[in-house]
Each structure stands twice: as structure tokens, then as C-alpha cells.
């Protein structure tokens, strides 16, 4: 195993992708999820969000009042898509 | 490795079938930790770098578990009770999880891959990149054949929800229920026991059976295996409930999908296990804090001789007190290092580092009802202020507990009854 410090494991984002992402001007969750894709695995940021939340607060100076979560969509946890097969057409 | 005494009696031995070898398990006793009791650390790869990966919170939440189960891919394994005959299989890994040759991907690109920038020179080059990188990234396959059968979905209306069934949540829903008499309050709760946090801690599964049957005498309806997966705040027009919030609450349980209006939520979902920033932190191994408690506490694994535990100091005192004392009882000797420490590697082979960090709020479901939430680091991430009532920026919905903000098992609980008082005078 090459060296990283992973900050989203779902997604294998690593501390340098985040800095990359800073650098290439985004200093947004939301525009930083799109772009290293941080937060769309298995565990939907659960155990990212924090972690990413406070490096860019540190890469970009901002403010912790000043930054916000991502959109949080359904559903929490993988889910089968049977689960929702049988519910009414609207 | 399974030679402490379980907080509950385990179930009769079973054997499961893991990729061909038949592993002696005990009914009731998670997939994940069958595994790791018998010595499989790597329960599979990751999506990009094909780096080896074990089970890190034993909660159910950071998604590193995952197997095919049954011919079922992405199955959380520590969510899924062993049970005879079960197949679990790894998965993302050529020819098999021990030894991935895919790996290659984590040397090729030692400073990471950033697809932004790859093989974008040709347009060519980088349809075939692209293509190639489908092909080896994502996470399992198809499952073997469809369900069997369509799960039933049920609409059910309430007075009050109480979501996780952790300290606050057992707390809280009794005090409703034994303030308003007669009155319908769920406590629904993911897990196959309640407890939530104090599953992590010594005594935690006995003191959280005595919690959930003071909470069932007093009229509470208990929902375990449940699991809120959404809040849908635009659907439900149709359910019936006086004054409550617009929408419902998917609940995923063994018998369907159940779409639950209330008048009033409260959320005691806790917080999540976070990892800490040093290189490597991902190998099978490294776990947090509170799985090894879940694995030494609630299913006497002892995980090895000695738990190096990596901190950065903003963990709970009082858990990691009680963590240690209990550790060291059972004769597994505590080594801490320093985040910074950590930075120029930590552990050997074999060795089993438990991270301590703050864990951070489990607050989507109320980012999803429209509640605010403000980042605090400090507090352990993105929890929703509520005042002394409990309530959130959304009017019915509630929070308390870790959710919102780090409070730990016995403030949790005290908080617990004061939200759930303070909600039942609201009816
Ligand atoms: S989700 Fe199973 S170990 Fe975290």
C-alpha cells in the first residue's frame, strides 16, 4: 500500500484530493463533494463530512458558520430497491 | 479470540460459509464479527485504489464492511446476524480480497488520481480511460435473482416518533409515554438490541435492557431492526395527523416499508465514529474506539493482546476511562500515541489501533426535515441548535442527545428526560 491519509473511504478520497480541490478554487462542500465525489458511497458522509468540513475551513479561512453540509438525500444506508417497489404511484 | 464472556448468552454454534471455507459462528452474532473473531481482517477492497479494508465502527454507518451476502451485494456485514448456511462473499477484487491485483491502481498513482486531469490530452485516451475505470471501480454485482417477493408497504400514524433508541432516546420516549398516558410513541432503533453508545461500554447492554423495559411498561412501542432510511417532507398530504410536520418517515423493517406520519419527531440518532487524519488510516485493523468496545464489551472478542489507541484528544474522557478500565480487567493492555505521533505511522502487523475522536452528529434527517444546522468542529460537525425546549428551527421536530452536539451516555440520558418532558407538554 502506497502512503495516504484517506479522509472519505467510501470513495477513497485522500487529504491531498481535498487540497487539490481548495486549490482549483472550490471552497463549497456541495462543489467539493461533486468534485472529488466525497460523500456518495456506502455511508453518505456519516464519516467524512466532519472530517472534510474542518480541513476547509482550514485550506480556505473560512468561517465554521460560514460553511454548510451537502444536500443530505435519501436513503441513509443502502437499501434494497425492493423496499420502495411497492409503494403508490402518485 | 472469543474467550471473554458475551454481555448476552450467545446463541446456538452455527457455521457460515465464507468464500468456500466454513467458518464456526454463533446464531445472532454479526457476519463482521464471526470474520474477525476467526481472523479475516480484510473484508474487501475500495472502489478506487483497491486498498484492503476491515470492518471500523461496527455500527452500521461507515460502510466499510460490506460483502455479497446470500447472493446479495453490499450487504453491511456487521448488521447481519450469522445464521446457519449463510454465503458471504468479498467483493471489487481480482482474483480475490487477500491478494488484489488491481492494487496496482494504489502504487500507479501514489499522490491519488485525480480524474479531472487524467488521460484528458486525447480524446481517445480518455474514452478508453474512462471505460477502463468503470470496469474496475463501483462496489459489488448484480444479486444472484430478484426478491422472491415484493416487501409490503403499510402507512401507520402517531403521536410521537422517537428515533434511535441510544441513551436520550430511551430517556425521552418514556417520559412522553408517562406523561401523556394512552398516547401512541414509537421508538424506533437500527440496531437488533437497544442502547446505542452504551453497547460500547461494560455493563452498557444490562443497563440499556433495564432502560428498554422501563420505556415498554411505560406504554412505549419498541421497534427494533427498524431503520429510518429517509424524511420525505413533501409526501404524506394523504396521512392523517392533526398538527403535526408535513411528511414522513421511511422506516425499513424485516416485515416492509412503513411510511410513519407523527405530530411530533424527536430525534435521538446519536453520532457517528470518525476516523483521524494520519497516513494509512484505513487498514483493516484500524477500527474506532467504540467497535472495540462493541466487539470486547457486547460480544467478548478479545480483538488482540494489546489496543493501540490513536487519539487527537477531543474523545470523552469518561468513555475512554471507562473503556480502558474495562479493557485492562479483561487483561488487554492499553498503548495511546498522539495524533501527531501517528503522522510517522503507527502499529505493527497484526496489532489492533482503536481511533478516538469525537464522533460527529447523526443529524441528516433532520437536515432533511428543513432544521438547521450549524458546524461545530469543537462539538463534533454539523448539529441543529435547539433551545431549552428541544425543539429544532422546524416546529414538532426535536433533537437531543449527541445529535446535537457531543454530550456523551449520562448527559444524553438526563437531556433525554428533559426533551421528553418538554415535548409531551407540547401535545
Ligand atoms: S458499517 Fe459495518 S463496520 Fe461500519
Redesign the interface.
Known sequence: ???????C????V????VE?AARTGFSDLEEIKR?TGFGT???????C???I???V?RLTGKS??E???F??R???????I???????RR | MRNLPAALERGRPVTIDFEGQSIATFEGEPVAVALFATGTRVLGR????H???GL??LD?????C?LRVDG?P???SCMVPAREGLRCERQNAFPDAELDLL?AA??L????M?H?RLMTGSRLGNELFVKLVRQMGG?GTLPDRP?SE????RNESVDVCVVGAGPAGLAAATAVAEARPGMRVVLID?QDHTGGSLLAEPGGVELASARAAAAVRAGVRLWSCA??????PEDGQDSVVADGPPGLL?V?TAQ??V?LAARRFLYATGS????????????PGIISARACGRLVFRWGIRPAPRVIVVGDGTADTAFLARLYAGLDERGIAVQTVTLDQAQSGVGARGAVIAVATRP?P?S??L??HGAE?????AK???APPVGPTFESTVAGVFAVGDVTGFRGTEIAYSDGRLAGVALAATL
Open positions: 500500500m502506497s502512503k495516504k491519509i484517506i479522509l473511504r467510501c470513495e477513497d485522500t487529504a491531498e484530493d487539490r468534485y458511497g456506502p455511508c453518505q458522509g456519516k464519516e463530512l466532519r472530517g468540513a474542518a480541513a475551513a465554521e458558520s460553511i454548510r453540509p444536500t443530505s435519501p436513503p441513509l444506508v443502502p437499501t434494497e425492493k423496499f420502495f417497489a411497492g409503494t403508490p | 475500495s472502489p478506487k485504489y486498498r484492503p479494508r471500523f465502527c452500521g454507518h461507515c460502510g466499510s460490506l446479495r453490499n450487504v453491511r492494487q494504489d502504487w498513482f501514489p499522490k491519488g485525480d479531472h462496489s426478491p415484493t416487501p409490503v408497504v437500527e431503520t429510518a432510511i429517509a424524511f420525505y421511511a425499513v416492509g416499508l411510511r457517528y465514529d470518525q476516523n483521524l487524519p494520519f497516513p494509512d488510516n484505513d487498514r460527529a447523526a441528516e434527517l437536515r432533511q444546522l450549524r458546524l461545530d468542529v463534533g460537525g454539523f
